[in-house]
């Protein structure tokens, strides 16, 4: 069993940053993914950005690319989520995700097993 705590979130002004951390318990294999997925109010759950633990490149949703990044701390089984130039519509609960393997497509929430209690982002105008 994999449980995964995050942290981070919080009330920031639009063009403000916040990081966000996803701490998971036990050892990461090297087929290991990491996801970050965020449900706005009276919307559905949608897909951010994935990154493996091994090889691989991480993917972004394209309403994020250049201005979220994803990393990881291998050694410290944590994964990151920077946010930049933030935006009142980027206001949500985050939730980090994670599965074992790439073979399914990384931006499908239904495919990963392990989630996290999420983490509000507030961003203010």
């Known amino acids: 069993q994999v449980q995964l705590v995050e942290s981070g979130g919080g009330l920031v002004q639009a063009g403000g940053s916040l990081r966000l951390s996803c701490a998971a318990s036990?050892?990461?294999?090297?087929?290991?993914?990491m996801g970050w997925f965020r449900q706005a109010p009276g919307k559905e759950r949608e897909f951010v950005a994935a990154i493996p633990w091994g090889a691989g490149s991480a993917v972004y949703a394209d309403s994020v690319k250049g201005q979220f990044t994803i990393s990881r701390d291998n050694n410290k089984n944590t994964a990151y989520l920077q946010m930049n130039s933030l935006k009142p519509e980027d206001t949500a609960v985050y939730y980090c995700?994670?599965?074992?393997?790439?073979?399914?497509?990384?931006?499908?929430?239904?495919?990963?097993?392990?989630w996290g209690q999420g983490t509000q982002v507030t961003v203010s105008s």
């Open positions: 036990g050892r990461a294999s090297s087929s290991f993914v």
């Open positions: 995700a994670a599965r074992v393997g790439l073979g399914l497509p990384l931006s499908a929430g239904r495919f990963y097993p392990y």
